[in-house]
């Protein structure tokens, strides 16, 4: 099966052309940018970083970054297709992939985590950026085991060069 998408005409393309796979790779990196960046800082305010920033002013990061991952899902899967047989035997791709999807859960529980823990109005909006908020010690540790995850796939993805 892979050997066969290895063979399609869009791989060939990816892997052949002189500027297909750089430039997938520079949306790769754009994404992955817009996604870690983001949720990396959001997880780091949730561990008490950056205090003079309300967690709820994340919220409508979130749609970007979903955006950066829909990028990147894309960009990954066109450049999937042109090593597909060594991607899929590769253990830090792998690992990357991992680490993705549970980072992606994550994110989607923290976010319903903020909606609910801070809600706020937009007529409260001025007074919540003054307030003391509470983090529930369990988003935190999520927050944290996000922010690892945002890591390993990072150092797992480069990696895949290497191992």
Known sequence: MFLRLESSSIAMWVAESLWAYPILLAIHIVGLAIVVGI???RDLRLLGMFPGIHPAAFLPLSKMAWIGFIINAISGILLFTSQAVTF???VPFLLKIAAI????VLAGIIQSR???ELAIDSASAAEANNADYAISDS???IALVSLL??????VAGRLIAYI
């Open 101 to 104: 999807i549970a980072g992606m």
């Open 114 to 116: 903020l909606r609910g």
């Open 139 to 141: 988003t935190k540790y």
């Open 39 to 41: 949720f990396s800082m």
């Open 149 to 154: 995850l945002w890591m390993a796939a990072i």
């Open 88 to 90: 899929v035997g590769n």
